[in-house]
């Protein structure tokens, strides 16, 4: 398997006043948003992700959390959403706006409009709950025609706990965590000329007809000596499900924050291995790295993960994010306490029962 992408179908973007978000949300996510709601002209929710803020942003799956976080808070108040993001890079150099619209924010939104920062990264949140639970009017909370939010957080239950959830946004009540960010992935993003280049090179690697991958993640480790320690998970029960696979149907692939543990399965798996291109890199805590080939790496290993036909999880926002966006629930695996429990993208959080592509409350 892998992504065989199309570089000659190029992203037809119409002007932002030409489309109708309101029904492309709709057909995406094959929910009502709400017939009488309109969004506003001139008003806009950015998400933000920036050097100017000197803050951080957490990893992939922090920013895709508080991407559909601030996605909600947009149908919310009936503002457009945008995406401000250049930290470490811009992140309109690897993914693009899909056919859809255009959500890449522009400096000149500000000629004439009023603007505002609000920071809801980790507890810095805590005053704001009360706003989207219903409490108080969310609207009166963001009182200028730009409000740019930063979020490493999923509030999908706050915004549950709302009375009127059901009328305001009917399909955040009734589509699953995995359908949800499925869909907002394909409603916001496809790859950039650039990533699509990687990833048509990283195809060639593949020199069997199926992908068999595992995600490991060891936290705090020499790759990444700024991280949170994590508990050391079994690699032999990784190693003999690999053992028992047939090495003429399938390459390997192993996605890892730790170089040794890649090195293992390169030394075990010689003849199956395949890997992408770079240095092992944490988005938000780069290190020594170059910060933007490490974004490159981050995504080709992401997008492999979300093309294995079979993939073992940790407990890792990660890859639970690429095991939401796979075609397939087959052969997916959660990987914990030493053992691998076949799970689902729908039974996920069932094995790994606290948050985890957003810190606990």
């Not at 100017?52 to 959390?65: E, L, N, T, Y």
């Not at 991407?67 to 808070?73: A, D, M, P, Q, R």
């Not at 907002?184 to 790859?191: G, H, I």
């Not at 095991?323 to 996920?348: F, M």
Request: hydrophobic share 35%; net charge positive; glycine share 4%.
């Amino acid at each position: 398997m892998g992504w065989n992408i199309d570089t000659t179908h190029p992203s037809t973007i119409k002007d932002q006043s030409d489309v109708d978000h309101k029904k492309i949300y709709e057909n995406v996510l094959g929910q009502s948003i709400a017939t009488t709601d309109i969004f506003r002209a001139g008003k806009f929710i950015v998400y933000e992700c920036s050097k100017a803020r000197k803050r951080v942003c957490g990893g992939w799956s922090d920013r895709i959390s508080g991407i559909l976080s601030t996605f909600v808070i947009s149908l919310l108040t009936k503002r457009r959403l945008l995406i401000k993001h250049d930290e470490p890079c811009p992140l309109e150099d690897y993914l693009i706006p899909a056919q859809h619209f255009d959500w890449i924010y522009n400096e000149t939104m500000l000629v004439n409009h009023t603007n505002s920062y609000h920071n809801f990264i980790d507890r810095s949140s805590e005053n704001f709950r009360q706003y989207m639970n219903g409490t108080r009017d969310i609207n009166s909370y963001f009182k200028q025609d730009v409000s740019f939010v930063q979020i490493n957080w999923d509030f999908t239950e706050e915004f549950r706990s709302r009375s009127h959830i059901g009328r305001e946004i009917g399909w955040l009540t009734k589509l699953h965590y995995a359908d949800m960010y499925k869909q907002l992935f394909t409603l916001l993003f496809q790859p950039s000329p650039l990533l699509r280049d990687a990833l048509n090179k990283q195809n060639l690697n593949h020199r069997r007809p199926k992908i068999a991958c595992a995600h490991v993640r060891i936290g705090r480790n020499p790759n990444m000596p700024s991280d949170h320690p994590r508990a050391n998970p079994s690699l032999e029960v990784l190693w003999k499900y690999f053992d028992k696979l047939n090495k003429d149907e399938y390459d390997f692939f192993i996605a890892s924050d730790a170089d040794h543990v890649k090195d293992v399965a390169k030394k075990r798996y010689s003849a199956n291995i395949i890997d992408t291109a770079g240095k092992i890199t944490h988005i938000d805590q780069p290190n020594k790295n170059d910060p933007r080939a490490g974004f490159l790496k981050a995504l080709l290993d992401f997008y492999t993960l979300v093309s294995c036909d079979s993939l073992i999880i940790p407990n890792s926002g990660f890859s639970i994010l690429a095991a939401y966006l796979r075609e397939s629930d087959s052969e997916l695996y959660c990987l914990r306490a030493g053992d691998l429990k076949p799970c689902s993208r729908y039974t996920i959080h069932n094995i790994f029962p606290t948050p985890i592509l957003a810190p606990a409350p």
